[in-house]
Nanobody, 125 residues
Framework: VQLQASGGGLVQAGGSLRLSCAASGRPFSGFATAWFRQAPGKGREFVAA????????YLTNSVKGRFTISRDNAENTMYLQRNSLKPEDTAVYYCAAGLNLIISSMPSASSYNVWGQGTQVTVSS
């Protein structure tokens, strides 16, 4: 499996941006895919995850109500729609995939064995 993230850029506070993560190499059945972010000088932070089979979603509390994670089975692509962006959302965003993850393991970066390259998102105040 290979992942390709895209959609980053510069946006003003309060604006919206959608990130995409295209997957190739094999079907995603059984996988959970996720978004993490890393701000300058900070560790990698879990943002959201989605089970490819069934579509159950999980979001960290700080983005609930503002971010939506989804996937398109036909396109083998995961999305992160981000609204009401804040300067503290500025980070490099990474997508990741892991097989047969349980809910409690989804926020942990070490649970994922496939990573895409990051895409920079900058939110100006």
């Amino acid at each position: 499996v290979q992942l390709q993230a895209s959609g980053g850029g510069l946006v003003q506070a309060g604006g919206s941006l959608r990130l995409s993560c295209a997957a190739s190499g094999r079907p995603f059945s059984g996988f959970a895919t996720a978004w993490f972010r890393q701000a300058p000088g900070k560790g990698r932070e879990f943002v959201a995850a989605i089970r490819w089979t069934g579509g159950s979603t999980y979001l960290t509390n700080s983005v609930k109500g503002r971010f939506t994670i989804s996937r398109d089975n036909a396109e083998n692509t995961m999305y992160l729609q981000r609204n009401s962006l804040k300067p503290e959302d500025t980070a490099v965003y990474y997508c990741a995939a892991g097989l047969n993850l349980i809910i409690s393991s989804m926020p942990s970066a070490s649970s994922y064995n496939v990573w895409g390259q990051g895409t920079q998102v900058t939110v100006s105040s």
